[in-house]
Every structure is written in structure tokens, then in C-alpha cells.
T-cell receptor
Framework: DAGVTQSPTHLIKTRGQQVTLRCSPKSGHDTVSWYQQALGQGPQFIFQYYEEEERQRGNFPDRFSGHQFPNYSSELNVNALLLGDSALYLC??????????????FGPGTRLTVL | AQKVTQAQTEISVVEKEDVTLDCVYETRDTTYYLFWYKQPPSGELVFLIRRNSFDEQNEISGRYSWNFQKSTSSFNFTITASQVVDSAVYFCALSEVGSNSGYALNFGKGTSLLVTP
């Protein structure tokens, strides 16, 4: 039973560039959430996708956008990268149709470095 | 305002000692869920426990136990007879089931636990 997978593992970009991160949910899960974790901090919620729509969004600018595909996989896009976007980006999956506060299972993350 | 406070930034213990990680939360919702996750150096968050606000029973799973007290808004985590493999950062998280929420996990800043032989 495959867990949550994310790609790529590491990524180095320069300021102003755009980046796309990918996530495949755990088998049987239909909901994907994205979190940003700065060094030494707890993860911060970016947004959640369910039924291919953004269901809830955290306090992140519009430069952060996402998409969910019919197979439940998801992408996180960040435009006009800033140095402060350097972080570990974590994807989590859950079963969205069973109600709120479902347990979220996390992937290994993508480490983004912006130079 | 920080909804989840983990006041202990770092804890260092010797193997076989018991250790308690504190978590204090803040919410106005009557229905909410509390979680603990473990983050080893590899970076992946590992789910440990989920507890809803109506269930104050303490839970034990092997060497792990959790004490949930609504009166003090705390959800503390104890590791009995700690082992080197317990070394990790531990996060407490809150999910509030309100009118337009209930999907996001609000994490504390984490407690880094180091268990030495």
C-alpha cells in the first residue's frame, strides 16, 4: 500500500522564477492538503483540495496556487519566488468525504531552496 | 494568535528515562480534534494519534501515552522508557470544526527530543 509520494525531493530555484511541486495521495484518499514548513517551525497550512476544488485556504498570497486532477493527485505552483519561500513543502492526504478533521497522512516533502 | 503552544523547544534525556511533551491549545469551538505527529530527521511527518474534544479518556499505545484535559486545554504526550529511536521533533496540532474550517491542521512549533544512550 503506497503512502503519499511527492516529487521532486529537492529543488533549487532563483528569485522570480516559478516552481511546480507534485503529490500523489495515499491509496483510497481523495483529499490533498499542502503545508509549508520553514526551518525550525511547525508546518503552516497553505490550502486543501477536494473534488478538484480548493476547499479551504490558509494565509498565503495568490502567488501560491494549486490544482487537483481527477486521479486525486495534486500540484502546488508558486510564482515569482522570493527568498522567504525557501522551505520544506509537505503534502498530506486524507479521506475528504467522511467529514471534517480527518487524519492527514504526510509525504516526505519537497525541499525548495530559493537563491 | 498561536492556537497551539509547545513551550518546550528542546528536551534531552538519557535512554530509559520517561519524558513528557507538553501541548496547550486555544479554541472557541466546542468540537475540535487534537493530533500528535512525529518528524524524524528524514522530514516526513508520522501520525501518532487523533483525539476529538468529546473524548477525554487517556490513551496508551505501547510506550506512548496521552493525557487530554479540557479543563486546562492541554493534550500532553508521555514516552515511557525512552529509546534512541524516539529522537525526533514532535508536533501537536489542532483542527477546529467550525462553519468554514475543519480541514486545516494548526501546528505548534514543535518540541525537539534528543534521547542519548
Amino acid at each position: 500500500d503506497a503512502g503519499v509520494t511527492q516529487s521532486p525531493t529537492h529543488l533549487i530555484k532563483t528569485r522570480g522564477q516559478q516552481v511546480t511541486l507534485r503529490c500523489s495521495p495515499k491509496s483510497g484518499h481523495d483529499t490533498v492538503s499542502w503545508y509549508q514548513q520553514a526551518l525550525g517551525q511547525g508546518p503552516q497550512f497553505i490550502f486543501q483540495y477536494y473534488e478538484e476544488e480548493e476547499r479551504q485556504r490558509g494565509n498565503f498570497p495568490d502567488r501560491f496556487s494549486g490544482h487537483q486532477f481527477p486521479n486525486y493527485s495534486s500540484e502546488l505552483n508558486v510564482n515569482a519566488l522570493l527568498l522567504g519561500d525557501s522551505a520544506l513543502y509537505l503534502c498530506a492526504s486524507s479521506r475528504g468525504g467522511t467529514g471534517r478533521a480527518d487524519t492527514q497522512y504526510f509525504g516526505p516533502g519537497t525541499r525548495l531552496t530559493v537563491l | 494568535a498561536q492556537k497551539v503552544t509547545q513551550a518546550q523547544t528542546e528536551i534531552s534525556v538519557v535512554e530509559k528515562e520517561d519524558v513528557t511533551l507538553d501541548c496547550v491549545y486555544e479554541t472557541r469551538d466546542t468540537t475540535y480534534y487534537l493530533f500528535w505527529y512525529k518528524q524524524p530527521p528524514s522530514g516526513e511527518l508520522v501520525f501518532l494519534i487523533r483525539r476529538n474534544s468529546f473524548d477525554e479518556q487517556n490513551e496508551i499505545s505501547g510506550r506512548y501515552s496521552w493525557n487530554f484535559q479540557k479543563s486546562t486545554s492541554s493534550f500532553n504526550f508521555t514516552i515511557t522508557a525512552s529509546q534512541v529511536v524516539d529522537s525526533a521533533v514532535y508536533f501537536c496540532a489542532l483542527s477546529e470544526v467550525g462553519s468554514n474550517s475543519g480541514y486545516a491542521l494548526n501546528f505548534g512549533k514543535g518540541t525537539s527530543l534528543l534521547v542519548t544512550p
